[in-house]
T-cell receptor, first 113, second 112 residues
């Protein structure tokens, strides 16, 4: 059981470039999430997917798009990267249980110059 | 708006010196309060879920407690390997919002 996996682990982009962050989980969870973590600001929700085929905006969705490719995979796309998107990005998942705890991937460290 | 405030921002302890971390929250109905541990360069690791005031959960040297306004993470006789950032998060009763609201964390350093 790998849990939640993310690729790449590190990425450097120039302003205006695009890229897709990949996330996959092998726990048969229905819900998946993308967060960003910035110093002193905690984790902030970008987008989430309650189930396959559905996506919803979170607290900071501007500049991002997502795709729930199937039950396992949830990708985050930056169409035109900006320096303000320099951050650490975490993917998480949780199943439809009464416990609601989320399980996180190892993160992608993105720098936009 | 849901809010989570953690204090202190940073805490330095000597090995064996017990202490508590605080998480104050404001939420329109609490479905659950979560504690996570995060090591440098890694993703948050789930520790505990608390659902109602008065509830307590324990794991090794850690004990989490919950009141109607705050939660405490008590660390008894900490060891250097307990050094990490501890994150608190809440999930509201509103079932339309499935995501968690996180605090900014407490950085704990335990010195030998």
């Amino acid at each position: 059981n790998a849990g939640v996996t993310q690729t790449p682990k590190f990425q450097v982009l120039k302003t205006g470039q695009s890229m897709t962050l990949q996330c996959a989980q092998d726990m048969n969870h229905n819900s998946m999430y993308w967060y960003r973590q910035d110093p002193g600001m905690g984790l902030r929700l970008i987008y989430y997917s309650a189930s396959e085929g559905t996506t919803d905006k979170g607290e900071v969705p501007n500049g991002y798009n997502v795709s729930r490719l199937n039950k396992r995979e949830f990708s985050l796309r930056l169409e035109s990267a900006a320096p303000s998107q320099t951050s650490v990005y975490f993917c998480a998942s949780n199943g439809h249980t009464d416990t609601y705890e989320q399980y996180f991937g190892p993160g992608t460290r993105l720098t936009v110059t | 708006e849901d809010q989570v405030t953690q204090s202190p921002e940073a805490l330095r302890l000597q090995e064996g010196e017990s202490s508590s971390l605080n998480c104050s929250y404001t939420v329109s109905g609490l479905r659950g309060l979560f504690w996570y541990r995060q090591d440098p360069g890694k993703g948050p690791e789930f520790l505990f879920t608390l659902y109602s005031a008065g509830e307590e959960k324990e794991k090794e040297r850690l004990k989490a407690t919950l009141t109607k306004k705050e939660s405490f993470l008590h660390i008894t006789a900490p060891k250097p390997e307990d050094s990490a950032t501890y994150l608190c998060a809440v999930r509201p009763l509103d079932t339309g919002r499935r995501a968690l609201t996180f605090g900014s964390g407490t950085r704990l350093q335990v010195q030998p």
